[in-house]
């Protein structure tokens, strides 16, 4: 498995820099950091007194390599599930907060394991986490990737506003769908005419 330094370094990569697009509910973003992040950290990085989006532009590459691993890997308790799983939650948890654990707990309910979907790693969730990793170690990871893939078109079959996340504007799959497949084996990835049909009525 790869170094969760490594993961976060990618995640970096894949946030890509500042960005703060109004259609997106996480506001002003750097290399997958949040402004809710460093308001809820306190972290003035410009020293004027207020955390705004100025912090946001200040944050430095492996500032927020740190940031990811301590407040969105360490904290949250993804380093107790099945490593396996650990690179598409991280992932699925800088983009969707704790949305990317009640994905895992909903999927692991579906798989037969009597847990509650609350968003917390607990040891109920990560004992259920081993079982269905055990009971499936060659499909788990496929399995949660498929759910991401699910959960970002649901929003976008809800929310039209987020549709340009999910489609590129040719028409092809937008970042939402090509993160969550960069963790599903590639025979299970979406044809391009499978994608269509799911977004046709978009």
């Known amino acids: 498995m790869q170094t969760v330094e490594r993961i976060a ?14 259609d997106d509910p996480g ?12 308001r ?12 705004d989006a100025s912090d946001v532009r200040a944050l430095t590459r492996d500032r927020a390599v740190a940031l990811l691993i301590d407040h969105y890997y360490r904290r949250p308790g993804i ?12 992932d699925m948890y800088v983009n969707a907060g704790v949305n990317a654990v009640k994905i895992l707990q909903r999927l692991l309910r579906e798989m037969g394991q009597g847990i509650e979907v609350d968003g917390l790693i607990g040891p109920i969730t990560v004992t259920a986490a081993e079982v269905a990793a055990k009971a499936a170690p060659d ?7 498929i759910a991401r893939r699910n959960y970002y078109l649901s929003l976008a079959d809800a929310r ?8 590129s504007r040719a028409g092809g799959k937008g970042g939402w769908i090509t993160r969550a ?21 978009w």
């Open 9 to 22: 370094q990618e995640i970096v990569a894949r946030e890509g820099g500042y960005v703060d697009d109004p």
């Open 27 to 38: 506001g002003a973003t750097n290399f997958g950091v949040t402004i809710h992040t460093l």
């Open 40 to 51: 809820r950290l306190g972290l003035d990085l410009t020293g004027d007194g207020a955390v």
């Open 79 to 90: 380093a107790r599930l099945p490593e396996s799983l650990q690179a598409s939650v991280f």
């Open 139 to 145: 499909h788990i990871a496929d399995a949660y990737g």
């Open 160 to 167: 039209p506003a987020s549709r340009k996340f999910a489609r």
């Open 181 to 201: 497949e960069d963790f599903i084996s590639p025979r299970f990835h979406l044809s391009q005419a499978q994608f269509n049909a799911r977004i046709s009525a």
